[in-house]
Antibody, heavy 119, light 107 residues
Framework: QLHLQQSGPGLVKPSQTLSLTCTVS??????????WTWIRQPAGKGLEWIGH???????NHNPSLKSRVSISVDASKNQFSLSLKSLTAADTAVYYC???????????WGQGILVTVSS | DIQMSQSPSSLSASVGDRVTITCRAS??????LNWYQKKPGKAPQLLIY???TLQGGVPSRFSGSGSGTDFTLTISSLQPEDFATYYC?????????FGLGTKVEIK
């Protein structure tokens, strides 16, 4: 059974960079054609797909985040990470990692981390 | 971006009721439509993918239908553990997008 465990700060200052990590157990980030994905949900709002990275196909990010987002996969640690820079209060949200499959299917999710952007 | 609209935004129902949630895409997404259940403080859980395929372990009272732009999630007999918010999501084009959710509450 695949398990995704998220880690990272709960509070980040405006203009700084958010770094979150998702550690995968019960499977390998290098096996199969999976899309290691980040999603977020601001309080009281819907879910927003941030982007994904894969070890076998091209990555893709949400254009709404422009060039602020970077997603990387570290096969040696069986982890993948999100970097989001130039934070503002609008980036305050619960951030989730997930495994994606073809057709955008998100079948395994991390537990979620509330990230607050505040000075 | 493909816009996903869900209706209703909320509904009240009783245990045992049949519940239907609709999702409409702003353009055709073929069958690339997924449904998730989300409970407060928990991560979303995949229920149905490809418009009608039940994810393993999901009770058979959940079913999905539709293609193109119009889709439906049906719960045939609502159970206490089904009170949650349900989201549709298109996996046809980047960026993948979600509906705003349908909150199913206890009547």
């Amino acid at each position: 059974q695949l398990h995704l465990q998220q880690s990272g700060p709960g509070l980040v200052k405006p203009s700084q960079t958010l770094s979150l990590t998702c550690t995968v157990s019960g499977g390998s980030v290098s096996s199969g054609t999976f899309f290691w994905t980040w999603i977020r949900q601001p309080a009281g709002k819907g879910l927003e797909w941030i982007g994904h990275e894969s070890t076998t196909v091209n990555s893709n990010h949400n254009p709404s985040l422009k060039s602020r987002v970077s997603i990387s996969v570290d096969a040696s640690k069986n982890q993948f990470s999100l970097s989001l820079k130039s934070l503002t209060a609008a980036d305050t949200a619960v951030y989730y990692c997930a495994r994606g499959e073809y057709g955008g299917v998100l079948d395994y999710w991390g537990q979620g981390i509330l990230v607050t952007v505040s000075s | 971006d493909i816009q996903m609209s869900q209706s209703p935004s909320s509904l009240s129902a009783s245990v045992g009721d049949r519940v239907t949630i609709t999702c409409r895409a702003s353009q055709s997404i073929n069958n690339y439509l997924n449904w998730y259940q989300k409970k407060p403080g928990k991560a979303p859980q995949l229920l149905i993918y490809g418009a009608f395929t039940l994810q393993g372990g999901v009770p058979s009272r959940f079913s999905g239908s539709g293609s193109g732009t119009d889709f439906t999630l049906t719960i045939s007999s609502l159970q206490p553990e089904d009170f949650a918010t349900y989201y549709c999501q298109q996996g046809h084009s980047f960026p993948y997008t979600f509906g705003l959710g349908t909150k199913v509450e206890i009547k």
